[in-house]
């Protein structure tokens, strides 16, 4: 029944804006030894894993758009995986700010509801947008990911290995939706996503 899924669903927003995320693989930073950072290089990683959480968190409000949303049982299943390595992401990254000395944003909240708004759009529009968005999204998660690896201090070895390997899961859930019949969305629409996520990046960096 729809309430039934509805509840579910309020049910993991609260856990995902309250509990602690947990991770099942090792962390990827798990053996990697802190190196010595000036103060400014800490503070500006702190600031890129703060968006990246922020990132994780509206992966989370996409993925739950989605199978709120599918008209198909399989797709469904086929993109648990998929979600739960966004808990995961969502554990690293927020285990690395606290690590720096860092917090995550404070908008959290206001960015998941509106991912969750658009997920759930896409959704209702049908599967092979809704497949067509969360590929675009991840394309462009990855991109930003390596954006991210250009910029951060060589020294933040330890946050290095969570974005590597945040970066190829991202590519395989890009991957998953593309063979899952995603359709190629409007540039329009892949513009108005850079536009939002631009929105998101550029404040949270800060707060
Ligand atoms: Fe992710
Ligand atoms: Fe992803």
Redesign the pocket.
């Known amino acids: 029944m729809l309430i039934d899924k509805i509840i579910i669903e309020i049910d993991k927003v609260v856990k995902t804006l309250s509990v602690k995320a947990v991770s099942i693989r090792e962390h990827p930073d798990a053996n990697i030894n802190e190196e010595e950072m000036s103060e400014s290089q800490k503070k500006h990683s702190i600031s890129l894993m703060r968006i990246n959480h922020c990132?994780?968190i509206c992966?989370q409000a996409l993925y739950q758009g989605q199978a709120l949303t599918s008209r198909n049982q399989d797709t469904r299943e086929l993109f648990e995986n998929s979600a739960f390595?966004?808990i995961e992401?969502l554990a690293w990254t927020s285990s690395r700010i606290h690590e720096l000395g860092g917090r995550t944003s404070v908008l959290n909240p206001l960015f998941y509801f509106a991912s969750l708004t658009m997920g759930v759009t896409a959704g209702v529009i049908g599967d092979k947008w809704n497949m067509g968005f969360l590929e675009e999204t991840e394309l462009q998660?990855s991109k930003h990911l390596s954006e991210n690896l250009e910029e951060i201090s060589k020294h933040d070895t330890k946050s290095i290995a969570i974005i590597k390997q945040?970066k190829e899961?991202?590519e395989g859930h890009a991957m998953l939706a593309s063979q899952s019949g995603a359709v190629e969305l409007p540039d329009l629409v892949k513009n108005i996503m850079r536009f939002g996520s631009k929105i998101m990046t550029k404040t949270t960096y800060y707060i």
Request: glycine share 10%; net charge negative; no cysteine.
């Open positions: 990132g994780e992966a390595e966004e992401h998660v945040m899961d991202e």
